[in-house]
């Protein structure tokens, strides 16, 4: 039978190392989706795992009965990914004698898509990651979390710290801001 993440927990605070690299295996894969998804690139996205897990690992005992622990393991990594990129903003910004941002720091991961669709994929891309560059912290998580992992409202309240109301809010400017920003792309299609 296999254990539930609070009895994991358990054990990982009583020191069974086991315990927690089960959950490290268990949640690693939705971890860097995530990650991967807030970051744009594999790399940060493999630190931002690495960090999340190790700050788990460091704070277990601060974790309480109020949220699962996956829901506790997202908002560590959630934070990790919105502090990532806030870092390389900031790096960037002072290298820049030009002041804008590269557009390789808001890169939004995509498929390959096919020959005919390359232009208007291109165009959608540059498109969402302009209007991703504007998003909040809070709105870009919660986008995240809601449109590409799938989460309810509820729990990405939770992982965002606020109640699921707060969240909608957040998840109803991200996409009303990434909507404006893909109309004109729309309305040439028609």
Request: aromatic letters at 6%; one cysteine or more.
């Amino acid at each position: 039978m296999e254990l539930t993440d609070g009895a994991l927990v358990v054990k990982a605070r009583a020191g069974e190392a086991e315990a927690f690299r089960a959950l490290v295996e268990r949640h690693s894969h939705r971890l860097f989706q995530l990650a991967f998804r807030m970051t744009g690139n594999q790399e940060d996205a493999e630190d931002v795992v690495q960090d999340s897990f190790l700050r788990a690992f460091r704070r277990l005992d601060q974790l309480d009965g109020r949220a699962s622990f996956g829901t506790w393991l997202y908002r560590i990594a959630a934070n990790c990914s919105v502090d990532l990129v806030r870092s390389r903003i900031a790096r960037f910004e002072r290298r820049s004698d030009d002041g804008e941002i590269d557009d390789a720091v808001f890169s939004i991961p995509t498929g390959s898509p096919s020959p005919e669709r390359s232009a208007m994929s291109s165009q959608i891309r540059d498109r969402v990651s302009e209007a991703m560059k504007e998003l909040s912290p809070a709105e870009r998580t919660a986008f995240v979390l809601r449109h590409f992992e799938g989460m309810p409202m509820e729990e990405v309240g939770h992982v965002l710290g606020c109640c699921a109301n707060s969240a909608k809010h957040s998840v109803f400017r991200a996409v009303h801001k990434l909507r404006r920003a893909l109309e004109p792309l729309a309305n040439s299609a028609r």
